[in-house]
C-alpha cells in the first residue's frame, strides 16, 4: 500500500465515520500479503447461508441487512482507496432447515464460491460441515455456539462465543445473586444437553450443588407432569434442608411461553428465581404473552445473550441495522458486519479466494490483528473467537402492569488482554 493509497483509506474512514475497522489495523492487514496481493484488482465473491424464513428468520434477517450493509461500505471503501474491483455476497435463505442449509451450500459451491459467511444455527452448521471439509469451502459462521463443533483443522471458524461461556456467565451471577442450589430443565436436544452439561459443571466448580433437574422431549406440549417432577426435587431438596437459596436453570426455545404459563399456577415454582439461556433472552412471545410475562416478571427470569459492544462504533452500527429491519439487531449480526470485513481483508492479502489453502490459512492471522465493531476478532486453536466477549443479562420490566419491555439487568464481561477473570457488573458499559 503506497503513501497515496494510505491517504485515500484514511479519508474515508474519516469521512464516514462508518467503518468497523481501524485505519491501522488495515494497514497491517494487508501488509501480511505484501505488495503484490495487496494491489491486486478484480471481483471479491463471497456467499452467505442465511435463515431468511423459519424460526431464525429474525436473526437471519438482521444478518442480511448487516452484510449489505458491510458489502456497501467495502465498496465504498475500494473506490476511495482505487483498488478497482468489487465485493459481491451472493446470500441463500436455509429457511432455518439444516437440509436445505446443505442444498444451498451446494447450490454455492456449484457457482465456484469457496468462502461462506454462515450458517447461523448449529443444526445448519452440522448439516454443512462434512461437504465444506470435503470440498475445500470455508464457513465462517456468526450464531453457532455449541461446543462440540469446536474441532481443531476442520473447515470452520466461529465469531460467537461458545455456549461454555454463556454456561459460565449464567452460573457467575446464579452464585453472585446467592443462588446454592439449581434444578435444571431443559429441552432433550443437543443445545439443551450440552447447555446443562456445562452450566451443571461449572456451577458445582463454583460451590453450588445441582439437582438431576427435568429432560423433557423437543415435541412434547403437556408439560404438566414435566413441572411436578420439578416441584417434587424442589421440596425434596427444602425438606433434606441442603437446598438454601434455590432456582431453576431454563435451556430450551419457545416452549418457553407454555412453560411459564403452567408454573405460574404451581405456587412452588413461583417462589424460587428462574434462568435462562440465550434463546429466551429478549424472546419477544414471553413479552406479548400477558399470563407468562408476569411470571417471568415474578421470578426475574435472567436470560443471557451475547453482549453489546461498548464502543461508538458498535452503537452506530447497531442503529444502521436496525434503522432498516422492525426488530432489535442480535449481536451476532453484528458480527456478521466483522466478519465481512475479515473475509474480505483476507482475500485482498491474499488475490482473492481461488487459493483456498492460502485463504484458510492467513484467516486467522487477520483475525489476531482485528478489531472491529464487536472487538478483537481473534480465534483460539479450534477457530473459535478466543476473547472480546460479554455476556447482558435481559428481565421483563413493566410500568403499568399490561405493556411489558426487555431492560438489561447485569453484564458478564470479559476484559481482553488481562488475565482470564471475568467479573459482573451493571447493565451499562
Known sequence: MNGQEKNNAGRFVQSTGRVAVALAALLALLALAGPAGAQKAGGYGFGALLPLSGALADRGKTSKVALDLAQADINAYLAAGGFGGQMSISVENTGSSPQQALEKLKALAGRGIKVVIGPYGDDEVEACLDFADKNNILLISQGSSRPSLAKRGDNLFRLSPSDTYQAEAVTGLMRQEGVGTIVPLWRGDQMGDDLVVHVKARFKQLGGQALPGSRFAADRKDFAPILDDLARQLAQAQKDGKAGKAAIYFAGGEEIVPILKAAAKRPELAAVAWYGCDATSMYDPIAKDPESAAFALKVRLASPRYGEGGANVYALTE??????????PDTQAVAAYDIAWAAFFTAQAVGGTG?????KQLFPQVCERMYGVTGWLALNEHGD????????????GT?????????KAARYQFEPGTAKELFLGSGKK
Do not use: M
Not at 355 to 359: G, H, I, L
Not at 385 to 396: A, I, N, S
Not at 399 to 407: A, N, P, S
Open 319 to 328: 442503529k444502521r441495522i436496525q434503522d432498516k429491519v422492525d426488530t432489535f
Open 399 to 407: 410500568e403499568d402492569g399490561k405493556t411489558y419491555f426487555w431492560q
Open 385 to 396: 473467537r478466543r476473547e472480546d466477549w460479554d455476556f447482558d443479562f435481559w428481565v421483563l
Open 355 to 359: 487459493d483456498f489453502a492460502r485463504f
